[in-house]
């Protein structure tokens, strides 16, 4: 199995900037992508970013411009970089990986203000 440990997130004014962490351990020569959804208050969680091992990266629309996921194998850590953020991204971001089954970080609160 995959474990994941997430960091980074916190309370930002708008326009204002995070990076979050996503360490990964166990299994993880099995994992073939990673990346972060998120989810609001009595909201389905959403895709935001993905990155697989072959560097293909996708983005959902609403963040692009302002958002850059990245990883550093040598570390077997993702990282999500949040630019100019928005009062409409304050959620729970949640880390996943992609092996023979879907693993999930514990989730890290970040909260925009207007």
């Known amino acids: 199995q995959v474990q994941l440990v997430e960091s980074g997130g916190g309370l930002v004014q708008g326009g204002g900037s995070l990076r979050l962490s996503c360490a990964a351990s166990?299994?993880?020569?099995?994992?073939?992508?990673m990346g972060w959804y998120r989810q609001a208050p009595g909201k389905q969680r959403k895709l935001v970013a993905t990155?697989?091992?072959?560097?293909?990266?996708n983005y959902t629309d609403s963040v692009k411009g302002r958002f850059t996921i990245s990883r550093d194998n040598t570390k077997n850590t993702v990282y999500l970089q949040m630019n100019n953020l928005k009062p409409e991204d304050t959620a729970v971001y949640f880390c996943?990986?992609?092996?023979?089954?879907?693993?999930w970080g514990q989730g890290t609160q970040v909260t925009v203000s207007s």
């Open positions: 996943y990986a992609d092996s023979a089954s879907r693993y």
């Open positions: 166990g299994s993880i020569f099995s994992v073939n992508a």
């Open positions: 990155i697989t091992m072959g560097g293909i990266i």
